[in-house]
């Protein structure tokens, strides 16, 4: 079982609220990832981290932003939710630069805005 | 641009019989290939992966068949049960470059029925 948490598990939210998605791994990966998973199951990648304050964009553009102030938290925000959010996130991480490329993901937020 | 293409989309398999998942990509950089299974509720868990040395990788009743000239690859369920039911997806990844992000198919949903 992956140590990799995320709160919460579902949300329910009106447009135009700000939102904060938490994500944290207690493995001490560098590297962790937030994915959009479309209720038809793809996975796209919105944003990743190497480190410590370092964020990049990912393969989707995402209104979201991310920040990495400690090694075990990545949390996701969206600062107005819009119907266009809802949507299920996808947190994960791995070692970065290491021989396991395995990603651990936890178990997702669900969020619908209504 | 889909990076990993995925088929079928959905597959129901009676209890027993093979499962088979196809994927196919373009980019020749890629040199790891995992397999992720997802359980509703749950984040995607790596199943089994390969490297483009080998052709064919095997873990219990799950099989990987790698074709490097096809740039083709394949999960295989033998004696497919019940509990196999879920959404498998395949992946590609440069491990060379460390960076480790992960390209995922479009998800196969898998049915076993008893």
């Not at chain 1, 075990?72 to 969206?78: I, M, N, Q, R």
Request: glycine share 8%.
């Amino acid at each position: 079982e992956a140590d990799i948490y995320q709160t919460p598990r579902y949300l329910v939210i009106g447009t135009g609220k700000k939102i904060t998605l938490e994500c944290s791994q207690t493995m001490g990966h560098d590297k962790m990832y937030w994915y959009q998973q479309d209720p038809g199951m793809e996975l796209h990648l919105i944003h990743y981290s190497y480190g410590v304050n370092s964020t990049e964009k990912g393969d989707l553009s995402s209104e979201s932003t991310v920040s990495r102030i400690r090694t075990e938290h990545f949390p996701l925000t969206l600062e107005s939710a819009r119907p266009s959010h809802t949507s299920q996130y996808l947190c994960a991480s791995s070692e970065y630069g290491g021989m396991s490329y395995e990603q651990y993901f936890g178990p997702g937020t669900r969020l619908t805005v209504t | 641009q889909q990076q990993v293409k995925q088929s079928p989309q959905s597959l129901i398999v009676q209890k027993g019989g093979i499962s088979i998942i196809n994927c196919a990509y373009e980019n020749t950089a890629f040199d790891y290939f995992p397999w992720y299974q997802q359980f509703p509720g749950k984040g995607p868990a790596l199943l089994i992966a390969i490297r483009p040395d080998v052709s064919e990788k095997k873990e219990g009743r799950f099989t990987i068949s790698f074709n490097k000239s096809a740039k083709q690859f394949s999960l295989h369920i033998m004696d497919s049960q019940p509990g196999d039911s879920a959404t498998y997806f395949c992946a590609a990844s440069i491990r060379e470059t460390g960076a480790n992000n992960l390209f995922f198919g479009t998800g196969t949903r898998l049915t076993v029925i008893p």
